[in-house]
């Protein structure tokens, strides 16, 4: 009885060590680049997720948003993401970690919990895309939820030039 539970243990234990297997929507070996010249402080206010990535149709969530406020300490990020079918939450500070590049400063859940690229931004500051260089998540998030044809193909553009499988890519 003693061998069972202890051999019990020992499988859990194996379990609980295993890797957790990290999905990516882009070709690694594709260079990514943010963009060096947005002010994180124009990105402050309420985005409004319009696509995401994820390995299947039904994406399990609905659209989620993305509100950034500036503190005096930079920016603090209030995110509800529908990512690959999963409803993905972070709240705290963002530290800018370089040009167009923004992480959780505090514990993120999976895939938030990397550097968040801003991969671009329109001109007047109307449609943002984020995104990772291990291409664990993209998104596509406007200041509102109706995201004009123009910048749709723009943002698009964008994700794959930047090595993103836009068959992949779910509109709201």
Do not use: K
């Not at 202890?6 to 943010?34: D, G, K, N, Y």
């Amino acid at each position: 009885m003693h061998r069972l539970i202890a051999l019990s243990m020992l499988l859990l234990a194996a379990c609980a060590q295993l890797p957790v297997e990290t999905v990516s929507f882009r070709r690694p070996q594709t260079q990514i680049w943010a963009n060096a010249v947005t002010d994180p402080a124009q990105l402050t206010g309420r985005w409004t997720q319009v696509a995401t990535f994820a390995t299947r149709a039904d994406l399990g969530c609905g659209a989620g948003g993305l509100e950034l406020s500036q503190t005096t300490r930079g920016l603090y990020a209030t995110a509800q993401l529908c990512l690959n079918g999963v409803s993905t939450v972070y709240r705290g500070p963002l530290a800018v970690t370089g040009p167009g590049q923004l992480r959780p400063v505090e514990r993120a859940q999976a895939p938030l919990d990397r550097t968040w690229w801003v991969l671009w931004v329109d001109a007047d500051i109307r449609t943002l895309v984020l995104g990772t260089p291990d291409g664990s998540f993209g998104v596509i998030l406007n200041r509102d939820a109706r995201l004009p044809a123009d910048r749709r193909t723009a943002a698009r553009d964008i994700l794959r030039w930047n090595g993103y499988d836009l068959s992949l890519l779910r509109d709201y």
